[in-house]
């Protein structure tokens, strides 16, 4: 049985990042896979790394929650909608607090870095409202996937990363909505194998 932990970075529980994630959550199960939540806007946390590394603040309980489940994770999905070319502030701000120094990567004394998530694959899943993917890729050199890919994931140990971006979703019709999440219902089982 495949161990997945969904990651939902969008604050808003009513948006269509949360539909995909549920159709991802149900296709995954019925697929077969253990699969566990985290809606990053629910959680209870300061996002603010107030001290930067200079000092450990202590890890609230829904961020030691979140850390256990995607440990225990072999796939994660991050879903989320490209804001101002990144991810929305509260995402950013449980990477910053929660993927700390000793617990999703180390550094030796000669200052390079060893990611400890290792043997864990991942789906980024990016939505924009008003932003095409030819946009998203040629304009502005797909920013927030290189950050959360490379700068993060990949950083951290993680390998074997796919991302899909859906957008731009204000010119969607409801056909092409459903479209879509027939898409993540794919994913998810191609996934759970």
Request: hydrophobic share 40%; aromatic share 10%.
């Amino acid at each position: 049985m495949k161990k997945i932990v969904v990651i939902n970075g969008h604050p808003n529980q009513n948006s269509f990042n949360s539909v995909i994630a549920e159709s991802y959550i149900n296709s995954a199960i019925t697929s077969g896979a253990e699969v566990r939540y985290i809606a990053i806007g629910k959680l209870n946390f300061n996002p603010n790394l107030q001290f930067g590394y200079q000092q450990r603040m202590e890890l609230e309980p829904d961020l030691v929650k979140a850390l256990e489940d995607i440990q225990w994770s072999e796939h994660q999905v991050w879903i989320h909608p490209v804001w101002w070319l990144g991810m929305p502030a509260v995402m950013k701000g449980f990477f910053d607090r929660a993927f700390l120094p000793g617990i999703v990567f180390k550094t030796n004394k000669k200052g390079s870095s060893e990611g400890l998530l290792n043997a864990k694959s991942a789906r980024i899943i990016t939505t924009a409202g008003d932003l095409s993917l030819k946009a998203y890729e040629e304009e502005y050199q797909s920013s927030g996937l290189i950050q959360l890919k490379k700068g993060i994931l990949e950083y951290c140990g993680i390998s074997s990363i796919q991302d899909n971006f859906i957008g731009p979703l204000y010119e969607l019709t409801e056909n092409q909505r459903k479209e879509w999440l027939d898409t993540i219902t794919r994913f998810a089982a191609t996934d759970s194998l």
